[in-house]
């Protein structure tokens, strides 16, 4: 065994089996005073070796890593390949079979035809199914959730089998089978001799052996040749497509050399400097990658006399880099490791590090074992300057470089000068602390909010107010400012020398006379950590959020400006001009001198941090496992965004094909949505928040991948999903049916079932009161009688057609659930339909009467269309409406027939104009309409199938004769159809005489 001792200032170091340790400093020293030789070109020397040592061996050759165990729900710990699919999912083959991770859990699939399932060869077609090879060389491939078997292959051993295009090639006891994928028809076979291993490029297909064969996607064979003088054994079975050339490497590797395969046969490339049996090649950004039992090698594809050697202690069976750029190791003795950045190394782990504090250049470290260290990042040094011996974590660290004085708390609160020398120690469980002056020290602590004077300062400004409020506590004196809380945090504003405690009770100011609660919309303010940044208090509540203030004490809100209104942020500090902030996912880096411009965004790839500080223009994390440094070009850079994909979309635990676009019964409304965040840097740790319908958003559980809607009432639905601030929206749509009873079909029908027995019965009842009263009459009225009688018989047919049509259009918006818009129609209908049956009675009716009718009558009518649809009633200033009566509902068949026939098929805007105006002897009524003219709505009813033809018109033209008949005046109408169908103009004359000038009759 050797051991070299190397001395300097502060301590020894010594290197032992090439390990490089320290020992405390004042021991090394007390125990070789007497032997001192003042040796200083020496100790130069020697002082570069140990700067040249500790660069070699300061930083682990390892980079930082997480672990993917079965204690993490991995299937085994025996992993054999691993692969990404197109979708972002991960694949793993192990010894428990094929798995599918995404981030949160494993999904394992089984067969029952599997003779085992340990297994490798990942492969995915172009028909999305994703294929594994066990190691007795059967194959299985996923396609719907379920793990199927290749039919009709006959392996002669395990072979990884190629997949190019839509064709498969494996190894059978012919030789080289090539399978067309999509029907598994076998194409081909070819001949072949020895074979040692096969591998495939995106053209080729390879049997490496004796000869190298070469296969094309058309089933083409070359071969190529083997040197003569190279023995079985050490014939290159591995192959590897890199980015310019064709890469081969022997299992045993016992030439130590690396070989290219190009069109003329092998030749030696690079030597290769490892010792071990290489189980796989893989490939990533120009590198080489080497899996042994004793870790992976990495060689660069442009400079193989480069590599590094990674997990020497881990089995080492594959390397894979996913689209995040993470990279994956499969192990046969660890599970998986998984690595954000490979070349992103941890600092001092071995310290166990738990806190830090840095100013300018200099960094001290707490550890989790009660132990504080300089550190020198250039150097990658340490240096231990206090040793506890409780064990206990340092759970705060602060350091007063003006005064070199450190301030921390492990089992006590410890205050310390850098060199090592213990200034004081108090019983208490100090939380935070802030330096007042040289002479002062303000401690939030549980159970009080004081003072506490580190040494006697004549010019400090709390002397005088120290000394009026002393009173022992535990032995030690103390100010107790605040007493009976829980303090958590205490910054100081030297200028006005304010001091704010954040408590279990509330945030308060206090210059050591009164305590003022600072408040937030009149409400406590709990704070679970204070940092001041140019005379502004940021503070970090307790419910996650960011709030900032000044000595006006006025707090805003910054989460929103920080744009983190969904971010739960757990960790808060603030170096120089940066904020540092950390929730669950990220760490968030904004530069207070610039408006909070966000200067870069980490991802906290699921650690557990628990310190966070700036160096050099580096972010510092610090976890268990070690410090991180990231500069902030690399924090900026930031790696593919998440993905959000829909599993299965399942209905009364049913699983339906398709994720969108169902249409269900009304008794399969129990909804289940199975998704995916596929986010592995941050661990999946990605907000999803949904809404239903447009309704609002809320988040989704975490511990789920599973959204349930229970119960759904019939309806169109459409769920949106939204991964944390992103305006990317992920939607499901599918309409759950009504009930049978409770269709527009059903309830229609019964309406008009209803109206039509309510029609008959009222008809029957007009006609029995008809007769009756004409064999009443006397026979000189009998032809009066006669022709009132008709005239009523054409009303009553004509009126409750009116009504079908009117209540249709009101059961619309019933159907559509428009309250507002039912309603107000309803009330206009019950108008209208008082007074046609108030009309119904009259020969004639005042014009005015007419006119709101016919208002009431388009006004329902009108809903019938869009929103193209207007009319107008113009009413010349001459005609006095309250005087004019004319026969009753003369005019509205005309309207009528211009809205049926004329506008309903009419596209674009339709307009009807109603225009009254008055000569010496007549009432000239027109209706004119831009519809599509008479004869085009002739040829329309003509091609109708139901033989419907126009009652309100042969109607109104009966009444019309019996109207004019004995009459010298009579009521005329005039038709002008408008060029080329643009629409139809009718002209009403009705004659003006002094009966019509009367008051309405009433017969």
Aim: with cysteine; glycine share 6%.
């Amino acid at each position: 065994m050797i051991i070299v001792y190397f001395r300097a200032k502060r301590g020894a170091f010594y290197r032992h089996n090439g390990v490089i340790t320290a020992k405390k400093c004042n021991e090394f020293v007390a125990e070789k005073t007497q032997n001192r030789i003042k040796m200083g070109n020496l100790n130069r020397l020697l002082f570069i070796l140990i700067i040249l040592f500790c660069a070699n061996t300061g930083f682990s050759q390892d980079p930082y890593s997480i672990s993917i165990t079965t204690e993490n729900g991995l299937p085994s710990n025996t992993v054999y390949d691993i692969f990404q699919d197109k979708q972002g999912f991960i694949w793993i083959a192990s010894d428990a079979g094929l798995s599918r991770y995404d981030g949160f859990e494993f999904i394992t699939y089984t067969n029952d035809e599997q003779s085992s399932r340990s297994g490798s060869n990942i492969r995915e077609d172009k028909y999305g199914r994703i294929w594994y090879q066990n190691f007795d060389g059967f194959l299985f491939y996923v396609e719907n959730g379920t793990l199927k078997s290749m039919p009709n292959h006959h392996p002669a051993g395990y072979y990884p089998i190629g997949i190019i295009k839509d064709k498969l090639f494996a190894i059978e006891q012919q030789g080289i089978v090539l399978y067309d994928l999509k029907t598994f028809r076998r194409l081909t076979s070819i001949p072949t001799k020895y074979i040692i291993n096969t591998e495939q490029t995106e053209t080729h297909y390879y049997a490496l052996g004796i000869p190298y064969y070469k296969v094309d996607y058309n089933g083409k064979l070359s071969k190529l040749k083997v040197p003569a003088n190279m023995p079985v054994h050490e014939i290159p079975g591995l192959l590897l497509k890199g980015k310019h050339h064709k890469w081969l490497i022997s299992r045993t590797n016992n030439r130590k050399t690396c070989y290219q395969l190009t069109e003329k046969g092998i030749a030696p490339a690079f030597p290769l400097k490892l010792d071990a049996f290489i189980q796989s090649l893989s490939y990533t950004a120009s590198s080489l990658w080497l899996c042994t039992p004793k870790g992976v090698y990495r060689y660069s594809e442009d400079h193989p006399e480069k590599h590094n050697h990674y997990f020497a202690d881990k089995n080492i069976s594959r390397v894979m880099q996913d689209r995040e750029g993470n990279y994956w190791f499969c192990t046969q003795n660890a599970g998986i490791i998984f690595t954000p950045d490979i070349d992103h190394k941890l600092l001092f782990h071995d310290l166990k590090p738990s806190k830090i504090s840095i100013v300018g250049n200099e960094v001290f470290l707490g550890s989790s074992d009660d132990r504080v260290y300089k550190l020198n990042f250039s150097r990658q040094t340490s240096t231990l300057i206090h040793s506890g011996e409780s064990n206990h974590a340092i759970d705060q660290i602060q350091y007063d470089a003006a005064r070199q004085r450190l301030f921390f708390t492990s089992d006590q609160f410890y205050g310390i000068q850098t060199s090592g020398k213990e200034l004081f120690r108090l019983i208490m469980a100090a939380k935070d602390y802030a330096v007042l002056d040289q002479g002062y020290l303000a401690i939030a602590a549980s159970g009080s909010c004081s003072v506490y004077q580190l040494l006697n300062d004549p010019n400090s400004y709390w002397n005088k107010p120290y000394l009026a409020n002393e009173r022992p506590i535990n032995g030690n004196y103390y100010w107790n400012l605040i007493e009976g809380v829980r303090a958590k945090s205490v910054v100081y504003l030297p200028a006005e020398h304010l001091l704010y405690y954040a408590t279990n009770i509330g945030l308060f100011e206090t210059s050591g006379k009164t305590e003022n609660p600072v408040l937030l919309n009149g409400k406590p303010l709990y704070c679970a950590k204070l940092s001041l940044y140019k005379n502004r208090v940021y503070a970090l509540t307790s419910s996650g959020k960011i709030v900032c203030f000044d000595r006006r004490n006025e707090v805003k809100l910054l989460s929103d400006k920080l744009h983190l209104t969904t971010e739960l942020i757990q960790r808060m500090e603030i170096i120089n001009s940066k904020l540092l902030l950390c929730s669950q996912s990220w760490i968030y880096v904004y530069d207070l001198n610039n408006r909070y411009t966000l200067l870069g965004k980490f991802s906290t790839h699921s650690q557990e941090i628990t310190a966070l500080s700036w160096w050099k223009n580096q972010l510092v994390v610090v976890t268990q496992k070690g410090i991180m440094l990231q500069p902030i070009s690399q924090v900026s850079n930031q790696k593919s965004r998440p993905k959000f994909v829909i599993n299965a979309f399942k209905s009364n635990q049913q699983t339906l094909s398709g994720n969108s676009n169902h249409v269900l019964s009304n008794d399969q409304n129990n909804i289940e949505i199975s998704y995916s965040i596929l986010s592995f840097s941050t661990g999946g740790n990605v907000p999803l928040y949904y809404n239903i319908n447009h309704k609002g958003w809320e988040q989704t559980s975490d511990k789920t991948r599973i959204l349930k809607l229970a119960s759904l009432s019939p309806g169109d639905y459409t769920i949106s999903f939204r991964l944390g601030e992103s305006d990317q929206l992920y939607n499901v749509r599918f309409v759950i049916q009504p009930a049978w009873y409770a269709t527009t079909w059903f309830i229609t029908l019964t309406i008009a079932l209803g109206f039509c027995v309510f029609f008959f019965y009222f008809r029957s009842r007009i006609r029995s009161l008809q007769k009756r009263n004409v064999l009443l009459s006397e026979k000189i009225e009998l032809e009066e009688n006669l022709t009132r009688s008709m005239l009523t018989s054409i009303k009553s047919q004509m009126n409750p057609h009116f009504f079908y049509n009117a209540l249709n259009t009101i059961l619309s918006f019933i159907f559509n659930d428009d309250k507002k818009n039912a309603s107000t129609y309803l009330t206009k209908f019950s108008k209208l339909t008082r007074m046609i049956l108030e009309m119904s009675d009259k020969e004639t009716v005042r014009l005015t009467e007419e006119i709101e009718a016919l208002t009431l009558y388009l006004d329902i009518e009108k809903v019938r269309f869009d929103t193209d649809f207007d009319f107008t009633i113009e009413v010349d200033r001459e005609i006095e409406l309250e005087l004019i009566n004319i026969p009753s509902m003369i005019i509205q068949p005309y309207v009528e027939n211009a809205v049926k026939h004329g506008l309903l098929h009419k596209k674009g805007a339709k307009q009807l104009t109603i225009h009254l105006s008055r000569t010496a002897t007549h009432l000239v009524i027109s209706i004119d309409d831009n519809g599509i003219g008479r004869e085009r709505a002739n040829e329309l009813n003509q091609r109708k199938t139901d033989g419907h033809q126009s009652f309100a018109t042969a109607a109104n033209q009966k009444r019309l004769e019996l109207l004019n008949s004995g009459r010298n005046a009579s009521v005329g109408i005039q038709f002008i159809d408008k060029p080329a169908g643009g629409g139809t103009t009718v002209i009403i004359n009705i004659p003006i005489t002094n009966e019509s000038l009367k008051k309405t009759h009433h017969p």
